[in-house]
């Protein structure tokens, strides 16, 4: 019984690099999204989606890009790595189910940007 | 837009104390609202939840009512055990599943 599974857990990488997280989860759910977590801020959506071929951006989505092909992942890619991008990222996945469902989250990877 | 308030922290209790932490929002129509709890390392996990005005989640002997009226969704619990040292979080959700979340809030029980 896995729920969402996020790889890597920890990663560093240097100012300019991109680089791909991913998020897997096994419970058939439509609803995946991505969140970062900072200190003092809570976590912000950067991009979700409700279902494979859709996807749509978040609150906070510069720099960042996601793509959905199959209904069990939903990879978030950095595309040119800031020291901005430094924080905790979380997946999460959930049914569609008009907001009253909880959303089931990744254990998170701490990314630090050189 | 949707927006979510709660009580700043760190808070620090003693064992067997009672908890309330505070939470407020503006949320256009009928949000649902969730805490959530996050121990050290690990991802955030569901302690409850509310979908209607006057319903009233509660798990782990936490407790939280959905009051319209002040809109307001605070988290108590009668005796904390060191156990629920965490960060909580108050979120809302709207019928696009996003969910919005506070700041939230540090908990530190010492024995």
């Known amino acids: 019984n896995a729920g969402v599974t996020q790889t890597p857990k920890f990663q560093v990488l240097k100012t300019g690099q991109s680089m791909t997280l991913q998020c897997a989860q096994d419970?058939?759910?439509?609803?995946m999204s991505w969140y970062r977590q900072d200190p003092g801020m809570g976590l912000r959506l950067i991009h979700y989606s409700v279902g494979a071929g859709i996807t749509d951006q978040g609150e906070v989505p510069n720099g960042y890009n996601v793509s959905r092909s199959t209904t069990e992942d939903f990879p978030l890619r950095l595309l040119s790595a800031a020291p901005s991008q430094t924080s905790v990222y979380f997946c999460a996945s959930s049914y569609y189910s008009g907001g009253n469902q909880p959303q089931h989250f990744g254990d998170g990877t701490r990314l630090s940007i050189l | 837009g949707d927006s979510v308030t709660q009580m700043e922290g760190p808070v620090t209790l003693s064992e067997e104390a009672f908890l309330t932490i505070n939470c407020t929002y503006t949320a256009t129509g009928y949000p649902s609202l969730f805490w959530y709890v996050q121990y050290p390392g690990e991802g955030l996990q569901l302690l409850l939840k509310a979908t209607k005005a006057d319903d009233k989640g509660s798990n782990k002997g936490f407790e939280a009512t959905y009051r319209k009226e002040t809109t307001s969704f605070h988290l108590e619990k009668g005796s904390v055990q060191v156990s629920d040292s965490a960060v909580y979080f108050c979120?809302?959700?709207?019928?696009?599943?996003?969910?919005?979340f506070g700041t939230g809030t540090r908990l530190t029980i010492i024995p």
């Open positions: 419970m058939n759910h439509e609803y």
């Open positions: 979120a809302l959700s709207t019928l696009n599943e996003k969910l919005t």
